[in-house]
């Protein structure tokens, strides 16, 4: 994959375990640094490592190694995915990540090959926020460099490289993965192929070192058929390569499959798409219970724990999935689900955190034992669309707003506060605003409101908009029904002469089910 210069290995004879000059200790087994892996939408990768400098114990001796690279600029092969319609992507990052810088090099086909280091100089820094980056959209091609710093003094070089947006507007990704096969996932957008796309059954393997995984002795036999991938549409494919590889061993796998764009007979052209997928250990270290707050039909949930601000996110599609014991897949959660996560008991310190490795999820229909149901079965779902529904109405009110706050510590149900940390983190996302979740009261005390003038002692937020549901004192409890009912107001302030009411709000719980939907009495603006 790259220039490896050299490598040293210093056997430090020290009595403990403690590190040298005041560093923390050193790490025990892990004998080189974590990896770091790059989400772009559906699609992951492994970035290369380079340089590293890493120190850990081995049968009671602390053993310090110096790796040297070339910078990821020269190698020979790098890790790398396609531009698409995703503004950004993310670096995801073992627990033990101090401090991470990212730059950035712009390059052209055939940059590898130079031995023109000079190039070096015109890298450029690289901002992002919880290993959130935005995505190149002028079609050009970036190899990015990342440097990590860990705790315990390890630090490490990485790399990886964006590539303009593909011709063909492909992208290939992996789901369902198992040591025995995958699902298989072309998605069409943009690009501009001047044919029909197509593939067949053929693909091939290579383990993370760029070799052949063994292959089981006897003959492969392809079938013939074609595949077609149309304009802005999705194709699903089962790879199965027991016969072929038996079952992989656990690491770091692509799987490569051609691709025709195809005029007619004897006029077409080809290419190799490739995606990335890991094979783990089944993780039996740990099982956190979650919620599911939202996400659940596309497959990327939104988590809340049970501790207070304990917000994680899952890509469920490259999960197993068992439902009530039995094997099934990502399709069966729902919003409003707790689940059971089976994991290596690693937690990676982004916002909102996020697993090291996944072995299974859990998961249960509503009614067993594991999964009740009751009255507040996706509750958060119901809130989330009263919010939706509260910032889309009289916009005029948003204007200039850089901050929300939700205030839904009254909402009837008792939302948790890893809940309404959940809720505030897909709204800020949703919107582009800057959410906190502070009462009114509690934005006065923290100086974000002033004065509105007056005889009064009034208020006003001149940056900001408070989204806010409460407990509806003044319902009509005449009304009976034989399922839970919510009966809540929801209003949009900013100040005493700008705010609009959603007043007598109320909404039935379908049995067994998801709340679905609620009703206004009235409106009110002032």
């Known amino acids: 994959m790259k220039k490896i210069v050299s490598i040293l290995l210093v056997i430090l004879m020290l009595c403990s375990c403690a590190a040298i000059g005041g560093k923390t200790e050193f790490v025990e087994g892990i004998t080189s640094p974590p990896a770091v892996k790059v989400q772009y939408g559906d699609v992951s990768i492994t970035a290369g490592k380079g340089t590293y400098s890493w120190e850990y114990v081995e049968n009671g001796k602390n053993v310090l190694v110096e790796a040297d690279s070339d910078h990821p600029l020269f190698w020979e092969d790098i890790a790398s995915f396609s531009a698409g319609t995703e503004k950004t992507a993310k670096l995801i990052f073992d627990e033990r990540m101090e401090s991470y810088e990212l730059k950035r090099w712009e390059v052209e086909p055939g940059y590898s090959e130079s031995e023109d280091y000079s190039v070096l ?3 450029e820094r690289v901002i992002s926020e919880n290993g959130v980056f935005e995505v190149p959209t ?17 630090s490490c070089w990485y790399g990886f490289r964006i590539n303009s947006p593909d011709e063909w507007g492909l992208t290939l990704s992996v789901s369902s993965v198992t040591p025995t096969g995958a699902t298989l996932i072309f998605k069409q957008s943009g690009g501009n192929p001047t044919g029909e796309l197509m593939t067949g059954s053929h693909y091939r393997l290579e383990n993370e070192n760029g070799e052949l995984p063994y292959i089981v002795e006897g003959d492969v036999a392809w079938t013939s058929e074609a595949y077609m991938i149309k304009k802005d549409g999705e194709i699903q494919m089962q790879a199965n390569w027991e016969g072929l590889y038996g079952t992989l061993e656990p690491g770091t796998y692509r799987i490569y499959k051609g691709v025709m764009d195809w005029r007619e007979a004897g006029d077409s052209d080809s290419k190799e798409y490739f995606a990335e997928f890991t094979i783990g250990e089944k993780p ?7 919620k599911i707050v939202d996400g659940a039909e596309s497959g990327k949930l939104v988590l809340a724990g049970e501790n207070s601000g304990d917000v994680m996110t899952l890509n469920a599609k490259n999960v197993p999935v068992f439902l009530d014991g039995e094997p099934s897949d ?16 690693e937690i990676l310190e982004t916002y909102p955190a996020s697993f090291g490795k996944v072995g299974e999820i859990h998961a249960f229909s509503i009614g067993s034992k594991n999964q009740p149901g009751g009255g507040f079965f996706d509750l958060c779902g119901l809130y989330l669309k009263v919010l939706d529904d509260l910032w889309e109405v009289d916009s005029g009110l948003n204007g200039g707003a850089e901050y929300v706050s939700l205030d839904l510590v009254s909402a009837p149900g008792s939302l948790t506060d890893s809940e ?3 809720m ?4 800020e996302n949703k919107y582009n605003v800057q959410v906190l979740t502070f009462t009114l009261d509690e934005l006065k005390e923290q100086g974000y409101l002033t004065a509105a003038g007056g005889s009064n002692n009034l208020y006003q937020w001149d940056n900001g908009v408070l989204l806010s549901i409460t407990s509806d004192q003044n319902a009509d409890e005449t009304e009976v029904y034989s399922l839970p009912v919510l009966r809540f107001n929801a209003t949009k302030w900013r100040s005493p002469l700008g705010a609009y009411m959603f007043m007598g709000c109320k909404a039935v719980w379908p049995a067994m089910g998801t709340w679905s939907d609620y009703t206004i009495d009235s409106q009110a603006i002032s």
């Open 121 to 123: 100089e015109k890298g």
């Open 420 to 422: 309404i940390a959940a």
């Open 424 to 427: 505030a983190w897909i709204f």
């Open 284 to 290: 039996v270290k740990s099982m956190k219970i979650m």
């Open 138 to 154: 002028d079609g050009k091609m970036y190899v990015y460099e990342i440097y990590v710093k860990y705790e315990g003094g390890g």
């Open 330 to 345: 990502s399709s069966v959660l729902m919003d409003g689900m707790t689940i059971h996560v089976y994991h290596n008991g």
